[in-house]
């Protein structure tokens, strides 16, 4: 069975319900605005997020309207987040398609974020549980934290591997660890099962990011260029690690580039050329495999043997998909 059908059977019944009560959640009778909606929700992504929320709320108890609304919060927040991220980054392309700035402009797509991000804390009150509110809230915050250190490193150029798993904990691994914290608060999991669910969380996120950074040096199918990380400023972990272990000629060279902000195609070929041959990426692959093997220990804790295999699913997919 395909891995995201494998990731999603467990939940199949519930998940159709929150797509639909997803919908009518941002639905507006005003028509102007309904068309940015609908395409926000044509580009939407593979619901990855709310499944795990699903299948952690599976797995310690039986899901009610206080998941649903969580659920639904959470993915709120994070299409809210992503809208904004292509305007602060001046994207044009999301998920092979044309950014909603590319299309509305960048007034239209900020406000239009904001409608999200309202709405998301609708729901987040209607959860009725004010634990839950609270890291939503936390949640939003740290999602903007962390996008303001990415910026600070990239003006600062701080070439440090424990600020960069800092700033994907926050920018990142945050959201999934969310994901499925409330999913077992939302069924009253104990203490002990809510904290196994937000490690699980974390690590699957971290592995996300590692998948994400590791795909900047060699695609644009998923609709992103290569090196747009670099033309960014952003240096993460595959040339961070390369530039940590060059000679120190070579580290200067790569350096000049970088604190020049010179990121001409040619410079950008050459710090892509050298991350790959210098063993960045195989150091990024490495600590992937850390993450994955610390989300397999927990996965091996779930006692529901169809969540088990779900989430077993879940994370071969998160590091091994092509986009």
Request: aromatic content about 8%; glycine content about 4%; proline content about 2%.
């Amino acid at each position: 069975m395909d891995k995201k059908l494998l990731i999603a059977k467990p939940v199949t019944e519930e998940l159709k319900k929150f797509n639909t009560y997803y919908k009518d959640s941002v639905f507006c009778n005003n028509v102007r605005i309904q068309e940015i909606i609908d395409y926000i929700m044509k580009s939407d992504g593979k619901r990855i997020r709310p499944i795990l929320l699903l299948l952690a709320a599976k797995a310690c108890g039986e899901i009610n309207n206080t998941t649903y609304n969580s659920a639904i919060t959470v993915e709120l927040l994070h299409t809210a987040s992503l809208i904004h991220d292509d305007v602060v980054d001046e994207s044009k392309i999301r998920r092979g398609m044309a950014s909603l700035n590319a299309i509305y402009d960048n007034k239209m797509a900020v406000l239009a974020g904001d409608y999200f991000l309202s709405t998301a804390l609708i729901k987040s009150v209607l959860t009725g549980n004010i634990e839950i509110i609270s890291r939503v809230s936390d949640l939003g915050r740290d999602l903007a934290e962390g996008e303001l250190n990415q910026l600070s490193l990239v003006k600062e150029l701080i070439l440090d591997e424990d600020e960069y798993f800092q700033v994907i904990r926050k920018k990142t691994a945050s959201l999934m660890s969310v994901c499925m914290r409330i999913g077992a608060m939302s069924v009253d999991a104990s203490s002990e099962e809510v904290e196994r669910f937000t490690k699980l969380g974390e690590y699957l996120g971290v592995c996300f990011q590692l998948r994400d950074d590791i795909f900047d040096y060699f695609t644009d199918a998923i609709g992103k260029p290569t090196g747009n990380d670099i033309r960014e400023g952003k240096v993460t972990l595959p040339l961070l690690y390369a530039i940590s272990y060059a000679p120190e000629d070579e580290k200067k060279e790569l350096l000049s580039v970088i604190f020049s902000y010179n990121y001409t195609d040619e410079n950008i070929h050459k710090l892509i050329s050298y991350a790959k041959e210098h063993g960045g990426i195989e150091y990024a692959y490495r600590k992937m495999e850390e993450y994955k093997n610390r989300a397999e220990e927990i996965i091996a804790t779930v006692s529901d043997t169809e969540v088990r295999k779900a989430l077993e699913a879940a994370v071969e997919y998160i590091v091994e998909r092509a986009y």
